[in-house]
């Protein structure tokens, strides 16, 4: 039976008071970050004719969402967190939308891409699923969706005020594959370290068409 929304409520919600109490420090601590490895990795994974039309998930302050702007891109922002989505507007400009991941109401087929850069850690794994399921059937045929967490050995839980889940390849790859997509390609970060140094696990899926 799949769990409904409001089962969750326990872990999201408390996980999204954490970032709405802590936007304006999440913001000035992650604003310098280098993620452009990551925003390359979904952009030449895309085969649909440029500009395209990306949704950041678990946008944040918006960081993202300008990069995406800047090289011309449609992006579109969706982050649990009311305060994150006024700053990410406020910082690009973009259309951004308040959901709760496990409550995500988008568009059938209708982005090339979606970027889910440190955000779906934050989900228990019965509601992954879920999740997973929405994101596939938002993007078009052939679109592809990025994925960056945590690495772990299948554990999940709380850390301080936030839940998180940390998966191998091999599990992550197991929820990605039922949820109907194909393993494009994989790496670690931060690049140029041993693997025991590598704290994040980076993938890249196409949704068949």
């Not at 910082?91 to 850069?117: I, M, Y």
């Not at 390609?185 to 068949?208: C, D, E, I, M, N």
Request: proline residues 7%.
């Amino acid at each position: 039976m799949t769990a409904t929304p409001d089962a969750f409520a326990h872990i999201t919600g408390p996980t999204l008071a954490h970032y709405e109490h802590t936007a304006a420090q999440f913001f000035e601590g992650t604003r310098d970050h280098d993620v452009s490895q990551n925003i390359a990795a979904l952009l030449d994974a895309i085969e649909a004719t440029a500009p395209y039309t990306i949704l950041d998930l678990g946008c944040g302050p918006g960081r993202d969402l300008a990069s995406f702007t800047a090289m011309g891109h449609t992006a579109v922002g969706v982050d649990g967190s009311a305060s994150f989505c006024a700053m990410a507007r406020q910082h690009s400009g973009c259309t951004v939308w308040h959901q709760d991941f496990v409550k995500l109401e988008l568009p059938p087929r209708h982005f090339d891409g979606v970027f889910a850069n440190a955000s779906l850690f934050h989900l228990p794994s019965a509601a992954l699923p879920q999740v997973l399921e929405a994101l596939c059937a938002t993007l078009k045929p052939g679109a592809v969706l990025f994925s960056s967490n945590p690495r772990g050995q299948n554990q999940e839980g709380w850390n301080g005020p936030r839940y998180g889940s940390y998966y191998d390849y091999a599990t992550w790859e197991r929820f990605m594959t039922a949820a109907g997509f194909v393993a494009l390609s994989h790496y670690y970060r931060p690049a140029g370290l041993p693997r025991a140094q590598q704290a994040w696990l980076a993938s890249v899926w196409r949704k068949p068409g």
